[in-house]
């Protein structure tokens, strides 16, 4: 099998999930002349083709076989993400609500759980470059990922930056709520840094009413064109996609919008997915509902 289609089948696999598919013969004979096991369990072989695939791509040209026995890793201790969830791990992985992710990952550790190990490569490489998530993705790591960093020649994953000398949340949400009571203040662009300072932690959201309110506000300076309102309302919308909580759709759903009348209307792209990626938290948060903390 040419390796080009071996690489595009695997990863077809990973989308479909490893115990809802099973390796053909060409495949394992494929694997096992890479110097890959071709006997291990499902998911096992799906980890080591996918750490071997990226390892290739990498370096642009294949590479010499496996020479040496690949270190087992620990047994897993911890249940494995439930089936549920998997259809919306593959969006935050490799979909479209990558910025789901980090919500996705606090559900996940609050069950109790750990990552499908086929999932791990591209996870791990993605903390690697945003050092801010790999605190979400130690806790659900497992054995396996603690194993793929070892073979990655990483001790441990980067740890989080200190935080920037910014507006505390409380300092400003007060600047905020007077820019809500005060519908001729003008200063929104000063006040888009303080938005990005409302950014919440995954597991802790605004409440409802403050959300719209805020909204309201920024929906009321677009629509009498006060200077920096458009700028002002992309950058509500791109916070509170996942510091708002999701149980307040109905509600947002239900603000007066701002309506396209001419072609590339740019700002309607941002609310539809705003709004869209509220409506997968919400389905994200149902799978993970009847889980224990």
């Known amino acids: 099998m040419d390796i080009q289609h071996l690489i595009q089948s695997v ?13 053909s013969p060409e495949q394992l004979n494929a694997l096992a002349a890479l110097g890959i096991d071709a006997s291990l369990p499902a998911n096992e072989l799906l980890l080591q083709s996918l ?8 370096a ?15 047994p897993e201790t911890a249940p494995v993400c439930q089936s549920e969830a998997i259809p919306f791990l593959v969006e935050v992985s490799l979909g479209a609500y990558p910025e789901a992710l980090p919500e ?5 550790a609050r069950s109790g759980r750990v990552l499908p190990p086929e999932f791990l490569p591209v996870l791990i490489e993605r903390c690697v470059r945003t050092p801010a998530l790999s605190a979400l993705l130690q806790p659900v790591m497992g054995n396996r990922g603690r194993w793929l960093l070892d073979q990655m020649g990483k001790d441990t994953l980067p740890a989080p930056s200190a935080p920037a000398d910014e507006a505390s949340y409380p300092e400003a949400r007060k ?5 809500i009571r005060d519908p001729r203040l003008n200063e929104l662009h000063t006040a888009e840094k303080r938005v990005h300072a409302l950014r919440t932690p995954p597991g802790t959201y605004w409440e409802t009413e403050f959300t719209l309110a805020l909204f309201s506000a920024a929906l009321e300076k677009w629509e009498y064109g006060v200077p920096g309102a458009a700028g002002f ?6 916070v509170a996609a996942l510091s708002c909580p999701a149980e307040a759709l109905p509600q947002l759903q239900n603000l007066p919008w701002p309506k396209s009348h001419y072609p590339g209307f740019w ?3 941002e609310i539809d997915r705003f709004l869209q990626t509220l409506k997968f938290r ?5 799978a993970f509902r009847d889980e224990s903390p």
């Open 11 to 23: 990863y077809q696999m990973l989308l479909l999930g490893a115990s809802r598919t099973q390796f």
């Open 51 to 58: 750490v071997y695939f990226r390892t290739w791509e990498k």
């Open 60 to 74: 642009g040209a294949p590479f010499r076989l496996f020479t040496e026995p690949i270190p087992a890793a620990l």
């Open 104 to 108: 996705f990952l606090y559900l996940l």
């Open 175 to 179: 600047a905020l709520e007077k820019i």
């Open 233 to 238: 309302l992309q950058t509500v919308l791109a």
């Open 267 to 269: 700002l309607g792209a």
């Open 282 to 286: 919400s389905r994200l948060k149902e």
